[in-house]
């Protein structure tokens, strides 16, 4: 049978198989379920407890062919490898089996760029490379049952403290930690995360910037809730991502939309599950600008803000095109929190300018409901449709255009009446499921 990994089709936008026909992703290609690889070029086993891998799952990477997979399995001893930093190559899967854990070292010294700050506090926190890195790949990516952890709870060597702690510390000096991310991948193409467990990063799980084309399946994402700047999946000056069936809970944004050194353009989220985490969010840097995102069939289950843009005048820019469809909601804060003055100190003129977004089929509980535009001269614009929160909801809306479609809102937004939510399709209470556990 000949190798079809990773199973992407391109092409014009089209909708995915695994949603109804009448309703269009924002990724521009036609994404179905990826296979795991069916060409191995290396296996490697644990050569024994606490060893350092790093040369040897180095090495295996660096000899293999593009469209083959380096594989890690559990030795006799168990499935626990340790490393420091690896590269990728293009075309390259890392494919970690059930019971296999590819642990970060915690030595701050093999993550440093060279200016000796890893693991430190300081004015600015880019001081340590990513533990998995894709620099220009083209293809390949991360599959498998098996987890990555970061260990960011785990003391650093030579430290009294954990990553974790020391963000909280840098947070209350007011200075910034230079923890290393998890996963990075910077001017890469065609990437692949299939089934594959990401935890306990020191700092950001997954950051894609100029990335063209990556799929998240099946992707489970967790990191306690109280864990500093751990973003989920973070996609920034980025193009046609697809985020389907994956469970997030995390200490910060669950995704991020970025785009501070470029556009944003087609993502779509699909079929996923939200729990601890800050939220679907857009933003906070939008200078770029953000446009053509689908949010479809998600719950968000105790996130502190539910489906969230943000920005302010010293990183703002215009977010268009943007369209929430079937989502549930409870237990949060901020179920809707689209905020022009995410920063209410900043300065500047990149003023943020939300328009043409969409919620539709939108069912949620308690909480504050903000709609805040920058100033009159640039309104919020949305449209609502079939959008019902519990009567205990508050609005709090400020320089916003609100538009009904024929499904309603209910509680009423302050403002020109709108007709209220009549009955929206679908059971949010059949939706609900825990994290998984485990394997």
Not at 77 to 97: A, I, K, N, Q
Not at 234 to 253: C, E, L, M, V, Y
Not at 286 to 309: E, K, M, N, Y
Not at 337 to 357: E, K
Request: hydrophobic share 35%.
């Amino acid at each position: 049978m000949a190798a079809r990994f990773p199973c992407l089709r391109f092409g014009p936008l089209l909708a995915l198989g695994l949603i109804a026909a009448t309703a269009r992703a924002q990724d521009r290609r036609t994404v179905t379920e990826p296979a795991l690889p069916e060409r191995i070029c290396a296996t490697l086993s644990p050569e024994g407890a606490g060893q350092d891998a790093t040369r040897r799952i180095q090495a295996a990477i660096d000899h293999c062919d593009s469209g083959a997979a380096v594989r890690l399995v559990p030795g006799p001893e168990g499935g626990r490898f340790f490393s420091g930093p690896l590269r990728m190559t293009s075309g390259v899967t890392l494919w970690l089996d059930r019971g296999v854990v590819l642990t970060a070292l915690s030595d701050p010294r093999v993550y440093d760029r060279g200016q000796g700050v890893c693991g430190t506090i300081a004015a600015k926190g880019n001081g340590c490379t990513a533990f998995i890195r894709f620099d220009g790949t083209r293809g390949g990516g991360i599959v498998g049952d098996g987890a990555i952890d970061g260990a960011g709870g785990t003391p650093m060597t030579g430290h009294a403290e954990s990553w974790w702690q020391l963000a909280r510390r840098a947070q209350r000096e007011g200075g910034q930690q230079n923890n290393p991310r998890l996963i990075e991948a910077d001017h890469a193409r065609n990437l692949v995360f299939y089934r594959v467990t990401l935890r306990n990063a020191p700092n950001f799980h997954v950051v894609l910037n100029d990335v063209q084309g990556a799929t998240f399946w099946g992707v489970r994402i967790d990191t306690p809730a109280d864990a500093r700047n751990t973003d989920g999946i973070d996609p920034g000056a980025s193009q046609d991502i697809t985020i389907a069936h994956a469970f997030i809970r995390t200490g910060d944004d669950n995704v991020a939309i970025k785009a501070g050194k470029g556009p944003t353009r087609h993502v779509s989220v699909l079929d996923s599950h939200f729990y601890a985490g800050h939220g679907m969010s857009i933003g906070s840097e939008t200078q770029a600008g953000v446009s053509d995102i689908l949010v479809r069939h998600l719950t968000l289950d105790g996130t502190t803000s539910g489906l969230r843009i943000k920005s302010d005048a010293s990183r703002g820019g215009l977010v268009t095109r943007v369209r929430y469809d079937g989502i549930c909601l409870r237990g949060n804060r901020r179920p809707i929190d689209f905020d022009t003055r995410y920063d209410a100190s900043a300065r500047g003129f990149a003023i943020p300018l939300y328009r043409d977004i969409t919620l539709h089929d939108v069912t949620g509980t308690d909480g504050t409901l903000v709609l805040r535009g920058h100033d009159a001269g640039h309104p919020l614009e949305v449209t609502m449709d079939g959008v019902r929160f519990a009567p205990g909801a508050t609005w709090q809306v400020e320089n916003a255009r609100i538009a009904a479609g024929p499904g309603g809102v209910s509680p009423p937004p302050p403002g020109p009446a709108l007709p209220p939510a009549r009955a929206v399709a679908g059971d949010c209470a059949a939706r609900w499921m825990p994290f998984p556990e485990g394997g």
